[in-house]
């Protein structure tokens, strides 16, 4: 946090947590459209991810809202 501000600092790591769900779409076989729309959601939670941290000063909060997000997904979608 002394030599990146927050918010470089945290666009970075929503493009990075993008990146890390590529495998999981090219092992599923998705459509382009579905996967740039995917990415720009991955994108946005990250964003959100690192706001709970900021916010909050622990990652156990953001590893909560991720869960509690993944468990939405999984019984609404």
Not at 44 to 59: D, P
Request: no cysteine; hydrophobic share 55%.
């Amino acid at each position: 946090m002394d030599s990146v501000r927050f918010w470089i600092a945290n666009i970075i790591t929503a493009l990075l947590f993008a990146s890390i769900h590529f495998p999981i779409w090219f092992y599923k076989g998705l459509s382009f459209p579905y996967m740039l729309s995917s990415t720009i959601t991955a994108f946005v939670l990250g964003i959100i991810f690192g706001l709970v941290y900021k916010k909050s000063n622990s990652l156990w909060s953001a590893i909560i809202v991720h869960s509690l997000y993944n468990l939405l997904v999984s019984l609404f979608y």
